[in-house]
């Protein structure tokens, strides 16, 4: 018998699952129970079933440490791209812990589970640690990660009112353009073409990963348009507003009026704005300097490349006959000296 859903006698009919074991507690038949127990599973494991088929492998784990029933430590790990090829691996939180070695020894174990639990040779990996972080930085070169490129972070002077009250006209500023459908594809040509080969295969990017790295502050400048600088959300911060700065090969006179004001009007409408550039840069970070922003701390990129190894170990011919090996040395052809044309005899 079926009561209307008003009636405060309703009857919900539905197929039993995992979350209805609560309810079974009352029943005093044990048997049944039991029985109860085994549909209910089986019910949730078949809708289970049906859902996976269609769904992608996860590759966002978080992997936690355990102590006397609490949680002393975890590490996520998630994609940065869109094709799921590049893993970022957050820098591991550390609670109280009375682990009988060192924090180093639990770092070690954090990452060496969270590889374990993603598939390492169909990903590429990304650590971004801070520069005085030892016990990462050991653990993970420990764990075949080398070390990339160093960057800096900028934040803000609290005299922001020095440097933010010359921008008036928004004129002066026509050539930083946002971030669409009619620029967005030379934004990713000019993000890929001023990154080493090592990072653009590491990184793998498409449009949708300049998409994920773009908003309202976000941009590129243009002079006779072409991109000359990009203003892009940092791949490493998923809440926070750190924004990567990047400028061609070589340093463009025509950058120093108009980023200057360009930084300045974000600063103005954004205080607690971070900028982010390579060390390696400068130009760059002379030019940050001078503004004058604020250098607060250095990190390491650090980075594993599966895939690109993998690769590259398959083209080997290391697993093949010693024949082989020595057919693809060899020159086509007679090895020994021909003998003498008989019309020159």
């Known amino acids: 018998m079926f009561f209307n859903r008003e009636n405060k006698n ?84 550390i609670y109280d812990c009375k682990y009988p070695n060192d924090t180093r020894e639990l770092i070690l174990e954090l990452l060496k589970k969270t590889i374990f639990f993603n598939d390492v040779s169909l990903s590429n990996w990304i650590i971004t640690s801070d520069i005085n972080n030892l016990d990462l930085i050991s653990a993970s070169r420990e764990l075949g990660f080398q070390p990339l490129k160093e960057t800096k972070v900028w934040t803000i002077p609290k005299q922001i009112k020095n440097i933010t009250k010359s921008i008036e006209n928004d004129l002066l500023i026509e050539s930083f353009q946002k971030i669409d459908e009619t620029n967005i594809k030379s934004v990713l040509n000019f993000v890929r073409s001023n990154e080493s080969i090592m990072v653009r295969n590491l990184l793998d990017y498409s449009k949708k990963d300049i998409e ?65 550039t390579y060390s390696e840069d400068k130009a760059l970070n002379k030019f940050l300097q001078e503004l004058p922003l604020n250098e607060t701390k250095n990190e390491l990129i650090l980075i594993k490349n599966s895939l690109i190894k993998r690769n590259t170990i398959n083209n080997l011919s290391v697993n093949k006959s010693l024949d082989s090996i020595l057919k693809k040395i060899n020159p086509p052809g007679n090895p020994f000296p021909a003998p003498t044309p008989s019309s020159l005899k």
Do not use: S
């Open 212 to 276: 994920k790295r773009n908003d309202d502050l976000c941009g590129c400048i243009t002079i006779n348009g072409e991109i000359i600088f990009t203003i892009l959300k940092d791949i490493n911060y998923k809440k926070k507003k750190i924004y990567t700065l990047m400028r061609g090969i070589c340093w463009d006179e025509r950058l120093n009026t108009v980023l200057e004001l360009v930084i300045k009007k974000i600063i103005k409408n954004n205080p607690n704005v971070i900028f982010k």
């Open 10 to 93: 309703y009857i919900a009919v539905e197929e039993l699952h995992i979350r209805h074991l609560n309810l079974l507690i009352d029943l005093k038949n044990n048997e049944f129970n039991n029985w109860f127990y085994k549909m209910a599973i089986i019910n949730t494991f078949e809708d289970l079933k049906k859902f996976l088929i269609n769904l992608e492998k996860n590759k966002n784990k978080c992997i936690i440490a355990i102590q006397n029933k609490k949680v002393i430590g975890f590490i996520h790990t998630y994609p940065i791209n869109k094709k799921k090829t590049c893993l970022k691996v957050d820098e591991p939180k």
